[in-house]
């Protein structure tokens, strides 16, 4: 039987949240803080629409300006010059990229506005441009976001895609009558690409066409000395979607050209000044062949006496994730600085950015983990397979131990300890073999169908922000996977309680990307698809051995204590 309440207590006989809600029901909401457009004339509220990127009330400020200008003057005179200060803050470091993307998203949907009450008139752009990511490449992020600064600073862009022949370049630029062409390639093989597609326009009488080029790959000098030296026309490097737009300046005659080119800024990864060129030399898939030949020269790494035995033979495949428990392994400093690419501005400590990235980054990381939940669908597809180190060869065997299944060749250092992969193998001397893993990760297709969604329909941030939460979580996946590996060779020893150590390859062993200095050729992935079978979780091989879907990574995985990243030089 309940107990009787005490003097000091009272029972509760209403429902106290229905009780609140009547208390307030004929209460308004009010806004303590004033309105930021009050006392601003149309013109500087629309440009006020545009550098803060806000929404609300836009097409009521539009209407307002049209009393008095005509649509072509509110986009040229008043729009465009508010984007032209919002390129200014970005140059200046006073302006981030997801806010530049959001003042691109507000220009985006006023145009859009606008476009119904005005005439077509030929010449009305500033200048056109067709860009298009090169054959053979399939990453085009950082060809949109030049779609997107150029499309919304008063240029016309016609976007073409990715893997694009120089043929559908060269007609797609004729028929739309563009006069500038854009190339864009993450790979160094894309560099190549471009060197031949401008050999191409000399072959056709083409070099009238002004070229600018951009990806991750190039640097300034090869555009500007070697490739400027082989073509007959103008060709340009463009580091960032901003310089691009001051390319198209000076191409159209809307600004001067510049008398020199600005260098390029160093990368910042964590307190770490690191030199562009170094940071490139991260991801190649083309290297001088005398880098293979080092005959009886070889590191002096001693494999071990004792290798894991085999987990099993053969692939296996997983599908059922916490994706969760993935989302933690995300390097909040790759996805923030890397792929959304928040820069510490000058004059700001290291420690009051990370402050600054937790309450202005770190909300959109929570809200992408739950946006994405439904749509990330991360598999992987892993195995062992016996193996031996010939010289700069890993051979591959049967399940017999003697049958030579295949061999990766791969590159050897000129110089320091030269370092190759093969020597963390044992030689296979009198019949012994040593025990390699593979493993290959994606989080599916949905991801990209949603970002090609959010691109179309002009929800620039949101875009920047699911590709680079997509990349990451495959890449998170990968670090996920690679420790269950660990786990299942037995050489989970050393594994790290802090995630940054993690982040740091502070563990026994290490993962050697496909593509990357230790194991450059992409071609080699052809050989990994053999062994693995990954096609029945959803990846596929392009024409050039990239993987489809993008957010994909594939490795080699060695259990040696001693194997650890390094460059070939």
């Not at 229905?18 to 149309?42: D, Q, Y």
């Amino acid at each position: 039987m309940p107990e009787e309440p005490s003097n000091l207590e009272q029972v509760c006989i209403y429902d106290p949240l229905i009780e609140l809600m009547a208390r307030f029901e004929n209460v308004k909401a009010s806004s303590t803080s004033s309105n930021p457009f009050e006392g601003l004339s149309v013109e500087d509220k629309l440009k006020k629409h545009i550098i803060e990127g806000i929404k609300k009330n836009l097409e009521a400020d539009l209407d307002e300006a049209l009393t008095t200008y005509s649509p072509l003057q509110v986009i040229n005179d008043i729009l465009l010059d508010g984007m032209k200060t919002v390129g200014d803050l970005f140059g200046s470091g006073a302006m981030q990229l997801p806010f530049v993307l959001q003042s691109a998203e507000v220009m985006k949907s006023a145009v859009r506005y606008l476009e119904p009450m005005m005439e077509k008139v030929e010449g009305s752009e500033k200048g056109s441009i067709l860009l298009a990511t090169v054959a053979g490449d399939v990453h085009d992020i950082g060809k949109n976001l030049v779609d997107i600064i150029l499309s919304n600073n008063g240029y016309r862009v016609v976007n073409i895609g990715i893997k694009q022949p120089i043929n559908s370049i060269l007609d797609k630029a004729a028929e739309s009558k563009c006069q500038v062409i854009g190339m864009s390639g993450l790979l160094v093989k894309s560099t190549l690409v471009m060197r031949d597609n401008l050999l191409e326009l000399n072959s056709r009488g083409l070099s009238a066409y002004p070229v600018i080029l951009g990806g991750a790959a190039l640097t300034r000098a090869y555009v500007e000395q070697d490739l400027q030296d082989i073509y007959s026309g103008s060709v340009f490097y463009a580091q960032d979607a901003f310089e691009g737009l001051r390319l198209m300046g000076e191409i159209s005659g809307e600004i001067p050209a510049s008398p020199a080119r600005i260098a390029p800024p160093k990368v910042v990864d964590g307190d770490e000044v690191i030199d562009p060129a170094r940071v490139r030399s991260h991801r190649t898939d083309v290297l001088d062949p005398e880098l293979y030949v080092f005959a009886g020269v070889s590191s002096d790494v001693v494999p071990v006496d004792n290798p894991p035995a085999l987990p099993f033979f053969g692939s296996k495949r997983h599908q059922k994730f916490d994706l969760f428990e993935i989302y933690k392994y995300i390097n909040p400093i790759a996805l923030f600085r890397g792929q959304w690419q928040y820069r510490r501005p000058d004059g700001m400590g290291n420690l009051e950015f990370t402050e600054w990235l937790n309450a202005h980054a770190g909300p959109v990381f929570e809200r992408m983990k739950r946006e994405l939940a439904s749509v990330l669908k991360p598999k992987v597809k892993w195995g062992y397979f016996p193996c031996s180190g010939s010289g700069n060869d890993l051979i591959i065997y049967r399940d017999d131990l003697k049958t030579e299944w295949l061999r990766f060749s791969l590159p050897r250092q000129r110089d320091g300890r030269r370092l190759c992969i093969t020597d963390f193998f044992r030689p296979g001397e009198g019949g012994a073999t040593d025990t390699v893993g593979f493993q290959i990760v994606t989080i599916g297709s949905d991801a990209t169908a949603l970002e090609r969604k959010l691109f179309d329909g002009g929800d620039y941030q949101d875009y920047l922000y699911v590709h680079g939460m997509s990349v990451e979580t495959a890449e998170a996946l990968a670090e996920y996977w690679h420790r269950q590996v660990r786990i299942e060779l037995g050489i989970a020893d050393q594994e790290p309680d802090d995630m940054r150590l993690l982040f740091s390859a502070k563990y026994h062993g290490a993962r050697y990307s496909f593509g990357y200095p230790a194991c450059p050729n992409l071609e080699d992935q052809a050989k990994l698809f053999e062994l693995l079978q990954p096609q029945d979780i959803g990846i596929e091989l392009s024409e050039e051995f990239m993987l489809v879907p993008e957010q994909s990574t594939s490795a080699i995985v060695v259990h040696h204590p001693e194997a650890k990243y390094f460059n070939i030089r």
